[in-house]
């Protein structure tokens, strides 16, 4: 079925620093991709998205690319501020005709210090 | 445009008693969902709705009801509250596949 995998956290950086997460998943096709954020207190809301394979998604700061051949999804920002501590989900549409339902991944804590 | 409001945001409930939590959407969205999150956990889902009338089970739905009898409103009944149900829930509107709208959340303890 379909699944989604995520790098373990929590990930802790310095103010600045370059981010990584990775997301990589297994679907039948090429379906669509998407990174959601949840800050403290808060529910989750769409960061980035992309469509289709080679598509790169990008919002505040961050981007990610659709990797067909390695089916991966990771997301990266080239310097991090405090304000983007939150935690960092991974998530795909699930195949067949229950598409408006997704598969999230276990979700990533970024801690961002001064 | 409020999105998706839930209400109430804090509960405190006894084992045993039954409560409602509440969810409203203002987009005329036909697809609405119920999750929960556990603390250092990701997302699981509870129940889903694909129009009014129309409900279905998620991954996760035994001790929860729920039910959609206008577009807008997806309330989500706990039976009998356990200690296990505790959690914090959110719902979740959305027009079509990927992005989905959340609303803050309930918190919900049960001692």
């Known amino acids: 079925g379909d699944s989604v995998t995520q790098m373990e956290g929590p990930v802790t950086l310095s103010e600045e620093a370059f981010l990584t997460i990775n997301c990589t998943y297994t679907?039948?096709?090429?379906?669509?991709l998407f990174w959601y954020v949840q800050y403290p207190g808060e529910g989750l809301q769409l960061l980035l998205k992309?469509?289709?394979?080679?598509d790169k998604g990008s919002n505040k700061g961050f981007e990610a690319t659709y990797r067909k051949e390695t089916t991966s999804f990771h997301l990266e920002k080239g310097s991090v501020q405090v304000s983007d501590s939150a935690v960092y989900f991974c998530a795909l549409p699930n195949s067949g005709g229950s598409n408006y339902k997704l598969t999230f991944g276990k979700g990533t804590l970024l801690t961002v210090n001064p | 445009n409020a999105g998706v409001t839930q209400t109430p945001k804090f509960r405190i409930l006894k084992i045993g008693q039954s409560m409602t939590l509440q969810c409203t959407q203002d987009?005329?969205?036909?697809?609405m969902y119920w999750y929960r999150q556990d603390p250092g956990m990701g997302l699981k889902l509870i129940y889903y709705?694909?129009?009014?009338?129309?409900?279905d089970k998620g991954e996760v739905p035994n001790g929860y009801n729920v039910s959609r009898s206008t577009t807008e409103d997806f309330p989500l009944r706990l039976e009998l509250a356990a200690p296990s149900q505790t959690s914090v829930y959110f719902c979740?509107?959305?027009?079509?596949?990927?992005?989905?709208?959340f609303g803050d959340g309930t918190r919900l303890s049960i001692l």
């Open positions: 987009m005329n969205h036909n697809y």
């Open positions: 992309a469509t289709k394979a080679d």
């Open positions: 979740a509107s959305s027009y079509s596949a990927g992005h989905q709208h």
């Open positions: 679907a039948t096709g090429y379906p669509s």
């Open positions: 709705s694909v129009g009014a009338g129309i409900t």
